[in-house]
């Protein structure tokens, strides 16, 4: 139903009448439509993001990319782009994309980076959320304005400028006291 209406034109009563229910129990699982849209698309994608469960973590970040990278470039990230999109002149949308879909990913990227920082894999000197900030950031850039491929030379272009400056080994010396 969303692909064929689009994010603007689908309403609750649009999604009551498709799945044969009254709009009271759509309303019962979401408050608005871009909840219902949002849970709709992390249902979609939620296997094909986890982290993968073994390697190192720079890596298992690396693969990760690559597969949001493959999201963005699919129908389904036209619905993230039309979500946050709508979301910059109604604040609800906003808040929505971000507690459902946003947080949820950071708060498992947050632990794995600790984990890697306490086991001595990465830098414990680095913020995560900054960390997280510099790899995911360029790919939400390429998505919402397009002005180039968010394609694997890209994302392998983003991970070999910031993971250096994560990794123990790079020599890299934090410059605050």
Request: aromatic share 8%.
């Amino acid at each position: 139903l969303l692909n064929r209406t689009g994010f603007h034109e689908l309403s609750i009563e649009a999604v009551a009448a498709h799945a044969g229910v009254g709009k009271a129990t759509v309303y019962r699982w979401w408050s608005n439509k871009a909840e219902l849209v949002i849970d709709a698309f992390v249902s979609a994608v939620e296997k094909e993001l986890r982290f993968p469960s073994a390697g190192p973590v720079l890596e298992s970040l690396h693969v990760q990319m690559r597969r949001w990278a493959v999201i963005f470039r699919s129908p389904l990230g036209q619905i993230v782009a039309t979500v946050i999109g709508a979301g910059q002149s109604e604040p609800e949308i906003l808040e929505a994309f971000r507690s459902h879909w946003v947080e949820p990913r950071r708060v498992e990227a947050r632990r794995l980076l600790r984990q890697a920082m306490s086991d001595g894999e990465i830098r414990a000197d680095i913020d995560p959320d900054t960390a997280l900030d510099l790899l995911y950031g360029p790919l939400y850039i390429r998505l919402l304005l397009k002005h180039a491929p968010l394609d694997e030379d890209f994302v392998d272009m983003v991970f070999a400028i910031v993971s250096p400056v994560l990794s123990i080994k790079s020599g890299l010396q934090s410059s605050t006291p």
